[in-house]
C-alpha cells in the first residue's frame, strides 16, 4: 500500500497604511487569507471483505476471479483478481484561515509631563477545517485503515483593545520621564 498526499498552499495578504496628521499618529488596516487543500491517495489498499470472500472460497477464488488467489504461494494476481481484491480510498482536508486588523495611534493632547497618547485596534480570526473521506474510508471497508466519517468545525475570535500613554512625571530628580 502507497499514501500519496498532494498538498497546495496560498496565502493573500493585503494592507493599507496611512497618516493620522491631527492627531500625529498612523493608521493600519489588513487582511489575510490562506488555505491548504490535502488530497491522500491509497493506492494498493486491500477490501476487507473481498479478502474474507477470496481465503474463503471453496474453489481457492477462481469463481471471483481469474487466476484465484493463493496467499501462501508466489504468484501475481491477475488483473481481474487485483481490481476484485484492491482500492484506491481517498481522503481530503481543507484548513482554512481569515484574519482582518485595524490599528490607529496617535496623540491626544499635551500634558505637563509629555504626549498624552493612546493606540485602537481590532482584529477578527476564523479559522475552518472540512474532512471528507471516501465510502471506503467512511465504511471501514480497507483492511488497517480505520474508519472516519466526513467532520468539520471552526473558531471564531473578535479580540479587540484600547491603550494610554500617560505621562505623571518629568524632568525630576531621579526621574526622567
Known sequence: ??????????????????????????????????????????????????????LNAADGGESLCSGGYNPFGLTTLSDSCRSYLVRTPMQTTRLTQDVVEATAQGRLADLPAGQLRFAVGADFKTDRFDYAP?????????????????????????????????PLLADLPAIQS
Open 134 to 166: 471516501d465510502s471506503d474510508i467512511s465504511q471501514g471497508t480497507i483492511v488497517g485503515v480505520n474508519r472516519a466519517g466526513a467532520s468539520s468545525g471552526s473558531t471564531r475570535v473578535y479580540e479587540g483593545y484600547v491603550e494610554f500613554l500617560v
Open 1 to 54: 500500500r502507497v499514501f500519496n498526499r498532494r498538498f497546495n498552499l496560498y496565502q493573500i495578504t493585503a494592507g493599507v497604511s496611512g497618516p493620522i496628521a491631527p492627531l500625529d499618529g498612523t493608521w493600519e488596516l489588513y487582511a489575510t487569507r490562506g488555505t491548504v487543500d490535502i488530497n491522500q491517495r491509497n493506492p494498493g489498499s486491500v477490501v476487507a471483505a473481498s479478502l474474507a470472500e477470496l
